[in-house]
């Protein structure tokens, strides 16, 4: 097969009006709905399923037994059209599931570039995936949850409705997240689920400075260590700290939060923050 070319296995089925640009692979057994868009350098392998009104960026890879754009798993969806939309260079491993989004929510679901997602993992209607994200197995988003860019989510956790978790977050394996998980943060367990403090083993991974993390470990100790109420904690974080990237996504976080922020601690936890 050339660069140029696109190969359709003689079992596939791709309707007609289907749009696959140059260098997609379709494996055996795979389907592809009439309104899907597959752009340049996609694999799909065999048995993937594919339909409603997706589009497929570049450069992914969709393993087996994927199922992608189908109708949301919503009582009040009534077949309207609503979208799924997926970047570039994403994996897709076996038996992953995205539905499509809601017209009482975003109406598209929409996942961004260079994630890793593995088995069974699901992506609910009317969420928001972020980039260079990891899925372990069998990480359940349910509807309109936000995971914003680096975050990690544990095995088999479920992350409840309209639940967002910050950037560079971190949720252990089998945990329950029914509030948002606060950027830089480690949380893990269920019910209560408890903050273990700063990601510091990811942040490191993506080559934070130690100056960072320093400022990073006093600002969670404002937050989560302190007799400071929210409201105080934010405001001293203000006085304490120049402007800046960490300084500002902390601050805008916790003040758009609609469920609140996980803030239990866990009994070792100031001394996980070094």
């Not at 359940?140 to 967002?164: E, K, M, N, P, W």
């Amino acid at each position: 097969m050339g660069k140029n070319e696109v190969f359709i296995h003689p079992t596939a089925t791709v309707q007609p009006k289907a749009r696959l640009d140059v260098g997609v692979w379709i494996g055996p057994y795979s389907f592809i709905g009439r309104n899907v868009i597959v752009k340049k350098n996609t694999r799909l392998d065999g048995n993937v399923y594919i339909n409603g009104w997706t589009e497929i960026g570049e450069g992914n890879h969709i393993f087996p037994f994927c199922s992608i754009g189908t109708e949301p798993q919503d009582l009040t969806y009534k077949g309207e059209k609503t979208l799924v939309k997926i970047g570039d260079r994403n994996v897709f491993r076996e038996f992953i599931t995205v539905h499509r989004g809601t017209v009482k929510g975003r109406k598209e679901t929409v996942v961004g570039n260079d994630s890793y997602f593995m088995a069974y993992s699901h992506i609910a209607h009317d969420c928001i995936v972020g980039n260079e994200t990891v899925f372990t197995h069998g990480s359940t988003l349910g509807g309109h949850v936000t995971v914003d860019d680096y975050a990690t989510v544990g095995a088999f956790s479920g992350i409840h409705q309209f639940c967002r978790i910050g950037k560079h977050g971190f949720i252990g394996g089998y945990s329950v997240i029914t509030q948002d998980v606060l950027s830089f943060s480690r949380v893990a367990g269920g019910r209560p689920t408890l903050l273990y403090g700063l990601n510091a083993i990811g942040l490191r991974r993506k080559k934070f400075s130690r100056e960072r993390l320093r400022d990073l470990k006093e600002m969670f100790k404002i937050i989560f260590y302190s007799n400071l109420n929210t409201s105080q904690a934010l405001d001293k974080i203000k006085e304490q700290f120049q402007p800046g990237e960490d300084r500002d996504e902390i601050i805008n976080f916790i003040q758009s939060s609609k469920r609140g922020i996980i803030k239990k601690a866990a009994e070792k936890w100031d001394s996980e923050l070094g």
